[in-house]
């Protein structure tokens, strides 16, 4: 391999991928795997979804960057296509999760001095532990993860942390000076973590009472993921602010977004926050494609299918319960699947299941993710499934 130039901060499963194609890609040997990690979820479409590609070449063709110093002909029509699809009136255009997250707790911040009318300097932001949002100084500042933070300080003043799922311990954290409260709807990093149910209206209503922006964090959750467009939505709540990235690029590209109403992203004027890639044509016009994705709702567009086979995937993964599997989460098309430690860490599950043609990615100890492209089959669905009661079974 040629990693010998490349920061070591990621320790890859050992697989070269050459080439993808939809729930498939094929590394430098031609051997083949099935992929149920889909880039974390930025590859909710499968690889090179042909929608996608041709929309990337349509606009490869005519403009690919403007920066925002001038107008281009696809961000208007990407914002308006994107507050349509979510009912809200403004979108900020970024490109990755970090920032879509950094960008809203900007936002937070200001519409709180501005608009809430907190004390200059004071505002809170309230998290929740086990979380995860990016990689930025003031992000890792408050993750509850050592090896995430550490080493990394002096952080961010300002962000208060309580226990996830915990709807009093919320209520009690905040304070008048609490601007926002920053939650995913589904902990994903954290192993596809489902808050009890009642949890993100609790946090709906604690906002209210306490005049703080509710902000869902739906960069790996949303668009599809769960079979819903936007996990806080399935469960009947409806958030200030929301976050998208990941999967908003169609995998071809970064593309993330803060989308609101204009009472909370109007705080923002000119000269005031950007981005010189936020917004570029080439990847509004991936991102408009992946808008019309999500917008069939019909029984064959991606929402449909994630639920549908989010029921497949959780009916023969449940089949390995007291197999081998201690505990299994699961919300749509997404899985977590704690391994008995007996059987292996995570990691070494992962390089059994890889062996055996089918990727996946650890998080924390002896959990595995299963988190399929939507346009993964049954039979796909079938056979990933087949190859961890194998290692289940078998060893690793
Ligand atoms: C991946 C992720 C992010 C960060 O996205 P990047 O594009 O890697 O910066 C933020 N929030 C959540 C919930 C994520 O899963």
């Known amino acids: 391999m040629t990693a010998a130039h490349s920061a070591h901060n990621y320790h890859p499963l050992p697989v070269v991928v050459a080439e993808g194609e939809g729930a498939w890609v094929t590394d430098v040997e031609g051997r083949r795997y099935v992929d149920f990690l889909a880039g974390y979820s930025a590859l909710n479409f499968g690889h090179r979804h042909p929608a996608l590609v041709a929309a990337a070449h349509r606009q490869l063709d005519r403009v690919t960057l403007t ?24 979108v900020l255009p970024m490109n990755t999760g970090a920032e879509a997250v950094e ?21 809170r932001v309230v998290v929740a532990a086990g979380g995860f949002h990016g990689r930025t100084i003031s992000i890792v500042g408050f993750s509850t993860d050592p090896e995430a933070r550490g080493g990394f300080g002096p952080f961010t003043p300002g962000f208060d942390v309580v226990d996830y799922g915990d709807a009093a311990a919320l209520a009690s954290a905040v304070t008048p000076d609490t601007v926002a409260v920053l939650v995913e709807p589904v902990q994903g990093e954290a192993g596809v973590v489902v808050p009890p149910p009642g949890y993100l209206a609790a946090v709906r209503r604690t906002c209210d009472a306490a005049g703080a922006l509710m902000i869902a964090d739906e960069v790996q959750s949303g668009l599809g993921r769960t079979g819903h467009l936007l996990a806080t939505r399935a469960a009947g709540v409806d958030a200030d602010v929301y976050l998208l990235g990941k999967a908003l690029g169609g995998g071809v590209l970064p593309l993330s977004a803060v989308v609101a109403d204009a009472d909370v992203l109007g705080v923002l004027r000119p000269g005031q926050h950007g981005s010189t890639f936020g917004g570029n044509p080439l990847a509004c016009a991936v991102g408009r494609e992946v808008i019309t994705l999500l917008a069939d709702v019909g029984p064959e567009g991606v929402l449909a299918r994630a639920r549908d086979l989010g029921a497949v995937l959780r009916a023969r993964l449940t089949d390995l319960v007291g197999r081998g599997v201690v505990g299994l989460r699961c919300a749509g098309l997404w899985a977590g699947v704690d391994v008995d430690p007996a059987v292996g860490t995570g990691r070494e599950v992962s390089e059994g299941l890889a062996r055996r043609g089918v990727l996946v990615k650890d998080t924390h100890g002896s959990t595995v993710r299963f988190s399929p492209p939507l346009v993964v089959t049954e039979d796909e669905i079938a056979v990933a499934v087949a190859a961890l009661g194998e290692v289940l079974a078998n060893g690793v």
């Not at 914002?79 to 809200?88: F, H, I, W």
């Not at 960008?103 to 505002?123: F, I, M, N, Q, T």
């Open 67 to 90: 920066s925002r110093a001038f107008g281009n002909d696809q961000l208007g029509p990407f914002c308006a296509e994107l507050s349509g699809l979510l009912g809200k009136r403004m």
């Open 103 to 123: 960008s809203g707790l900007k936002v937070a911040r200001k519409w709180g001095y501005e608009v809430k009318g907190v004390a200059p300097d004071r505002a």
